[in-house]
């Protein structure tokens, strides 16, 4: 075995790479572009092994550095390994297991919703143990101002997709009409 392999779990790997993504994890840490003292100095390495670290991920897209500062950041392959994995991610799949935990922990019904082009959509729903009469299911739309999931999205979620859903109801409301008939899933009786 070279110098360049290394043996773990009984797999050979290039440790070359295993020594040098201490660099990209800090850059991608920081949030800005840094100096290279400072990004050897929070890798843990020596700047001159840094630099040579960094010249190759230069060269193959993943950082990147400004001519004028100096300053090294993560580059447009960086950028595109990112978009790729999001796309691959199925949010549903990862949550599908918290949620069951969560539904056994506390022994209640819970859900998850998204913001959808009519606003917060149940995604997925896991039961109670308990039997409980419920008229929602997954694809449900939630009102905003009348709902447990559309006031956490009131409060955590800022777009102006959001703002204008918010006016839409407050105009329903101050007519007197009530905003929670529309949240229903779809082919549900009224």
Request: hydrophobic fraction near 45%.
């Amino acid at each position: 075995m070279s110098g360049e392999e290394k043996e773990q779990d009984g797999r050979q790997g290039i440790q070359s790479i295993e020594v040098g993504v201490p660099l990209l994890r800090v850059l991608a840490d920081h949030g800005a572009p840094m100096m290279l003292r400072d990004l050897a100095s929070e890798a843990g390495m020596p700047a001159a092994k840094a630099h040579r670290y960094l010249v190759s991920f230069v060269r193959t897209g993943l950082v990147t550095q400004d001519p004028l500062s100096g300053r090294y950041d993560l580059g447009h392959f960086a950028l595109d390994l990112g978009l790729a994995s999001l796309a691959r991610l199925d949010a549903l799949r990862v949550a599908t297991p918290v949620l069951d935990a969560l539904a056994g922990e506390i022994g209640e019904t819970v859900a998850l919703a998204v913001w959808g082009n009519m606003g917060p959509t149940i995604v997925r729903w896991v039961e109670s143990r308990h039997p409980v009469t419920v008229n929602l299911r997954t694809g449900a739309v939630m009102p905003l101002l009348h709902s447990a999931i559309g006031l956490c999205f009131v409060a955590f979620f800022h777009s102006p997709m959001l703002e204008g859903r918010i006016s839409e109801e407050l105009e329903i409301n101050a007519r007197g009409e009530d905003t929670r008939r529309r949240s229903r899933a779809p082919n549900s009786m009224r």
